[in-house]
């Protein structure tokens, strides 16, 4: 059987990045998409407490929530997955996500959650989405993913990698 990999965004179901991230990673892993039936950009770690969420099941391992990337978590981790993923991926998101903009964005948010749900995760963004190829920047979180599955991280912890337009696969930096 192969690994499950949780997919979610802030950018919504539809949104190139985690299209392109789905397709490019079901030739790896099992995948499942549970992200926003819409954009859901700089929501941060915002949960839907007004009303009834809404979970549409738009094909198989695609599944749309009309409400945050975290609500997207919480339910994936809590309610609709039988089984449980090795690891969960936020992205590839339309734009950087570097200093202050942790705060405010939904992707990142996403990833944080399944790590305080006790998932391994990563958030991952385009720097310069108009000049990046998403399926390049695809195969990069996949090589990425692979990594953090054999040296796993500690609970809590989760990485946030924003991906350059014009990187030439150079070494990563890791940055606090």
């Known amino acids: 059987m192969k690994k499950l990999i949780l997919l979610t965004n802030d950018d919504g179901v539809n949104a190139t990045g985690i299209r392109m991230l789905r397709d490019a990673a079901l030739k790896v892993w099992d995948i499942v998409v549970i992200a926003p039936d819409r954009e859901q950009s700089a929501r941060s770690h915002a949960l839907t407490l007004d009303r009834p969420l809404r979970i549409n099941r738009i094909s ?3 599944i749309s929530v009309d409400g945050t990337p975290t609500d997207c978590m919480m339910l994936a ?3 609709i997955l039988d ?4 690891l ?3 992205g ?3 734009g950087a996500n ?3 903009d942790v705060i405010y964005s939904g992707t990142v948010a996403g990833a944080a959650e399944a790590a305080l749900l006790g998932l391994p995760s990563i958030a991952v963004s385009a720097v310069k989405p108009e000049e990046t190829d998403f399926l390049w920047a695809a195969g990069i979180t996949i090589k990425i993913a692979e990594q953090a599955m054999r040296n796993p991280l500690p609970p809590g912890v989760f ?3 924003n991906i350059p337009p014009k990187w030439t696969g150079g070494r990563f930096e890791i940055t606090r």
């Open 92 to 94: 590839i998101n339309y």
């Open 88 to 90: 969960a991926i936020s």
């Open 60 to 62: 198989e391992g695609i």
């Open 83 to 86: 089984r449980r993923p090795e």
């Open 98 to 100: 570097l200093g202050s």
């Open 77 to 79: 981790l809590r309610r």
């Open 159 to 161: 990485l946030n990698v």
